[in-house]
C-alpha cells in the first residue's frame, strides 16, 4: 500500500539543540499512526514542520506522491492535510459555529466575496454544523468559543480540522488535559474517524494510543528509536527503558 | 445577522437622526457654525469607520491612515491648482491615489506584525509628509488654497453649506452600510479570523496575507474620499492634514467610540470634537484633559461608547427579565 | 573636501543623538515590552529643563546636569503612575495611552513655559570650533556632543553587558517571573530602567537644543526617526540601534546636503528644486523599506544586545 505520507530524514535545529534528528517515516492510507515519546522528543516540532509552520533544516515532506517541504502552511491545508494545535489555538471571540465555518469556508473557493453575508451561506453552514454534530457541540453552536471548558475546546479543535473534509489529520495531543469521561468520548470518536481518514497522532496518553494505533513510532531527543506494531513496541527493551519505564515509574 | 431592537441600535438610530436633521435646527437657530461643526464631524467619521476596518476588524494598527486625508485632499487641491475642477475628475483621482498608495505601503508592511507595523505605517505616513512638504509648487509648508470646490453637474452646488452637508452625510451612511455588508461577507470573516487567530487562519487554508492587503486598500480609498471632502470643506489642504499625530486623532475617535462595531467610530467622533468643543470653551489648555482621559478609556472603557452601551444594554435585557 | 568631512562628522553627532533617544526606545521595549510614543516628550523635557536651569543659574554645565535629574524624577514618576498599569497589556493600549501622554505633555510644556520656544544658548568656552584634523575646524560644541555620545554609548554597553545591575536587567528581559521569584524587584528594576530611557531621552533634548530651538512638539519630529532605527536595527537590541543610528544619522545629513545638487546635475532647475528636499526627506524611510524587505524583523534579532 503506498504511503500517503513520506517524511524523508528531516532535521531541525534550534541552535544547539536537535529537535529533529533524521526522521524517516512512511504513513500509509487509512493509517492511524501514533507517534509517542518523552517530553521534549521533538514531537510537536515535527507536526509543526509536517504542517509547515516550520521550515526544516533538511529533508523532504511528500504528501500523496507531491512533495510539499516547501508549500507554506494554507496550501498544505489546501491539499488536504489538516492539522489541530495541542494548545488549544481557535477564534476564541467569535462563535463556536464561526469557528468551524471558517474552516470550511477555507475550502470553499476564494474568499473575495464581498457583499453577502457569510453567516447565511448554507454551503458554508450545513457542513460546519455537521462537524459540531459529529463531535457533539452542535447545542453550543452560537455561543461564543471562550466560553467553553476546555475539554469543549479539544472538540472543537477536533472539528475544525474534520471541516475542511480533509485526507489526513495531524493531531497533536488531542486527549491534552481531558479528564477520563472526556478522554473516553475522544477515543471513541477518533476510532470512528480512523474508517475515514489517515491520522498521524501525537499523544501521551498510552491507554488510547495502544487502543487506536495501527502503528506506533516513538521519538527520543528527535530520533527514531522504534517503529512498528503497537504489541512490538510494548515489548521493545530500549522502548520501555526511554520511555515506558517513565510512564510505569507513576508519570501520568 | 439579527438587527436586534437593542440599547446600541437605537441609540445609533437615533444618532443618524440627529445628524440628518441638524441642517434644519441650525437654518431655524441661525447657527451656521453648527453647520460647519458637524460637516467635519461626519467628514472625520467617515475616515475613522475607514480606520476601524482595518484597525478594529482587521486588527491592523496602522498609525499612518492620515495620509490618506492628505493624498484625497491634495488630489483635490492640486489638480483644484492646475485649473481642473471637476469633480468627476478630481474624486476619481483622490480615490485612485490613496488606493495605489495603499497598496504599496500595505505591501510592504503587512509583512510585519504587532509594533514594528506600528512604528512603518507611522514612518511610511511622515516620508509623504515631507515630500508633499516639499512640493514648492503646491505650497509646501504653508499649504495650499482651493479656490473653486469640486464642480459636479447642477443643481448640485458644494459651496452652498448645507448641500455639501448632506453629500458628506449621503456618504458616510452609505459607507456604513457598505462596511457593515463587508465585515459580514466571506471576506469580511476572513480579516475577523485573521485578527483572532492569523496562524490558525494559515493552517486551515487562508492565505491571509492577501486578504488583509486588500482590506487595506479598501479602508485607504475610504479615507481618500473623506480626504477629498475635508479638502473641498476647508478649501484648503496642508501637509498637518498628514503629520502622524493626526492619525492618532484618528485612533482616538475609533477607540472612543468603540472598535467591535461599525458604527462605534461615528459615536467617536462626534463624541470627541463636541467634546473638544466643549472643553475648549472652558479652557484653552483643553487637551491636558484629553490625554488623560484617553488613558483612562484605554485602562477602563477599552470597549469605548459602544462598548458602555452593550453592557447597559445588557444590564436592562437582565433587569427585564428578573422583573418578569 | 573639508565640507564632506564636515558632514560627515555633522551626520555622526546627529546619529550618536539619535542613538541616545533610540536606545531609551528600545531599551524599555526589549525589557518591559512596552512601546513608548511619549518617549519624544522626554526629549522635549529635557530641554525645557536645561533651558530654564541653565538660565536660573548661569551655567550651561549645571543647567544641564540639573536638567537630567530632572528628566530622570519626571521618568520614574511616569513609570509608576502609568506604564506600571500599561504592562502586559495590547501593543495597541500602549500606543493609545502613550499618545495621550504625548497631549498632556505637549499641553503641559505651554501651560509652564508658554506656546512660544526657548532658546538655550551656548557658552563662551563652548561656542568656539577645535581643530580636529589638521587644517580642519569643527565646532566645538558639536564635537562635544560626538565625544559625550560615545561616553555615554560605551557606559551603557558596560552597564548592560558587565556590571551586576546590567545581568539583573538582562535576566528581566529574558524571564521576568523567574527574575522575580529569585528575588529581584523587578518592580524598582523597571523603574529605572524607564528612567535611565528617560535620562537618555533628556540628554539628548538637552544637548540638542543649543543647535535647534526648544519648542513644543520637537518630541514628535523626532521620535519617528528613532522609531525608524529602532525597526532597522531590531527592537530590544542596542548594538543594532547604535549601528542604525550612526547609518542613518550619516545618510540624513549627507543626502540632505549632496542631493539636491545631485538632482541639479540631473534634473532641470525646477524639477531638482521640489525633488531635491522631497528625496533627501525620504531617503530614511526609503532605507527602512528595503530593510523591512530584506529582513522584516531588524538587522539585529533581539537576543543579542
Redesign the interface.
Known sequence: MSALLQIENLAKRFGGIVATDDVTLAIASGELHAVIGPNGAGKTTLIAQL?G?LAPDSGRIRFSGEDISGL????R??LGL??S?QVT??????SVL?NV???V???AGH?????????G?SE?REPAQGALERVGLAERAYERAAGLSHGEHRLLELA?ALA?KPRMLLLDEPMAGLGPEESARMVTMLRALKAELTILLVEHDMEAVFALADRVTVLVYGRVIASGAPSAIRANAQVREAYLGEQEAGHG | MNARLDLRNIVLAALLTALALLPVYAALTHNLFLLTLFTRIVILALAAVSLNLILGFGGMMSFGHAVYLGIGGYAVGILAFEHINSGFVQWPVALAASALFALVIGALSLRTRGVYFIMITLAFAQMAYYVVAGLARYGGDDGLTIQKRSQFFAPLNLTDKTQFYYVCLVLLFASLYLVWRLVNSRFGLVIQGARSNDTRMRAIGFPTYRYRLVCFVIAGTLCGLAGALLANHTDFVSPAMMYWTRSGDLIIMVVLGGMGSVAGPVFGAVALLVLEEALSGITEYWQIILGPLLLLVVLFARGGIDGLLASLSLRLKIMAKVRA | MTLFIEQCLNGVQFGLLLFLLAAGLTLVFGIMDLVNLAHGSLYMVGAYFAATFAAWTGSFVLGAVLALAATLLVGMAVEVVVMRRLYGRDHLDHVLGTFGLILFFDELVRLVWGPEGLSLPLPWWLNTSVTVLPGFDYSAYKFSIIVVSLAVAVSLYLLVMRTRIGMLIRAGASNREMAGALGVNIKLLFTLVFGLGAALAGLAGLMQAPILTVQIGMGENIIILAFVITVIGGIGSIRGAFIAALFVGVVDTLGRSYLPDLMRVMLSPNAAATAGPALSSMLIYLLMAVVLVVKPEGLFSASSK
Open positions: 504542517a509552520q507554506p502552511m494554507y496550501r491545508s489546501q489538516a492539522r494545535f489555538s481557535l477564534f476564541l471571540d467569535l464561526d465555518a471558517l474552516a469556508q477555507a475550502q474568499s473575495f466575496r464581498f457583499w453577502r453575508n457569510a453567516r451561506e458554508l475544525m475542511g
